[in-house]
């Protein structure tokens, strides 16, 4: 039920990840959900998906790596589409 | 492959907040409890109960989650401590940023217990840590028995789990065995009491639960100030 508000936050967080590679598109975002973190990832996909369709992030992908007995709800990392060179922010 | 790691929290901003939170409790020296349940669980009526037999004096204040409506906090104002509503306007929980807005100034008037009742829900309450010291989960016997097996989430987390409306165990077809060893296949330790709101039975325990983990907080405020 809360899914939409956890895409939400995905977005911003890969959102301001980005501005630390400037000219950069993310092609994929890795978030690690643990069993008991209370989301249902197929919830998320779909929410993930609706807000990304018609936005400057599409076509942004998500990965889920579930994690058995685990409690976490981590943004993992970002795929970026070229070599990052990261700068300071 | 064009990989960065990250590795933050998804929901950094309200762990922020609730970081926050817990450090001025635990200043200030103030339990706080959130109580999670399914709508109809029985957690007004707990708190109720609660309020009225708590000890003459107690500095201790509610906030109360639900999507619409004042009915809940009308009904807690009966016992003469603060009470303050919280409607989300839709959310299906509460938000550590949503407990920082109605704290309305109660710690620095040396609060005790702040007790937070969530939002009827056994799900999304589960992901937003409000800065509380335990978060206490009701279940009533009107429900299954399976409840923490389909919703692990909460009863993981939850420190205690109330069984609540026991006075219907002659009605209704609930197996309290089964309901007790399935809490404690998701979380071994889990403390569980059964209570009653409309006969009292359990409530003596519950506020003697409640007084030592008021004293506990007390007599180790630095101590749960690094809990989650």
């Given at each position: ?49 609706a807000l990304v369709k018609g936005t400057e992030f599409e076509p942004l992908e998500l990965e889920i790596e579930w994690r058995r007995a685990g409690e976490e709800l981590d943004l993992a ?10 700068v300071a922010v | 492959m064009n990989r960065v790691a990250i590795e933050k929290k998804v929901l950094s901003e309200n762990d922020r907040i609730a970081a926050q939170l817990r450090e001025a ?204």
């Amino acid at each position: 039920m809360h899914e939409m508000g956890i895409a939400s936050s995905i977005l911003t967080a890969v959102h301001k990840e980005l501005l630390r590679y400037p000219g950069h598109r993310a092609e994929k975002v890795g978030v690690r959900i643990g069993e008991f973190a209370g989301v249902d990832t197929e919830s998320l996909r779909f929410c993930f998906d609706a807000l990304v369709k018609g936005t400057e992030f599409e076509p942004l992908e998500l990965e889920i790596e579930w994690r058995r007995a685990g409690e976490e709800l981590d943004l993992a990392y970002l795929e970026l589409e070229d070599a990052p060179q990261e700068v300071a922010v | 492959m064009n990989r960065v790691a990250i590795e933050k929290k998804v929901l950094s901003e309200n762990d922020r907040i609730a970081a926050q939170l817990r450090e001025a409790l635990a200043n200030t020296g103030t339990l706080a409890l959130n109580f999670i349940g399914s709508p109809g669980a029985g957690k007004t009526a707990l708190l109720e109960k609660t309020l009225q037999m708590l000890p003459h004096g107690t500095r201790a204040a509610v906030l109360t989650g639900d999507i619409q409506t004042e009915n809940d906090a009308i009904r807690l104002r009966r016992y003469g401590y603060p009470v303050r509503q919280i409607t989300t306007a839709g959310a299906c929980h509460l938000d550590a940023r949503m407990v920082e807005n109605h704290l309305d100034g109660w710690l620095d008037k040396g609060l005790e217990l702040l007790l937070i009742e969530n939002v009827g829900n056994l799900v999304c309450p589960t992901s937003y840590d409000l800065g509380e010291d335990a978060k206490v989960v009701v279940l009533s016997v009107a429900e299954g028995e399976d409840k923490p097996l389909k919703y692990p989430g909460i009863f993981r987390k939850a420190e205690l789990m109330i069984l609540n409306k026991v006075d219907l165990l002659p009605h209704v077809p609930f197996q309290v065995a089964a309901a007790l060893e399935n809490a404690r296949r998701i979380h071994p330790e889990i403390e569980i009491l059964e209570t009653s709101c409309t006969t009292g039975a359990g409530l003596d325990r519950w506020m003697n639960w409640l007084a030592d983990r008021a004293k506990r907080k007390i007599t180790e405020p630095r101590a749960s100030a690094s809990g989650v």
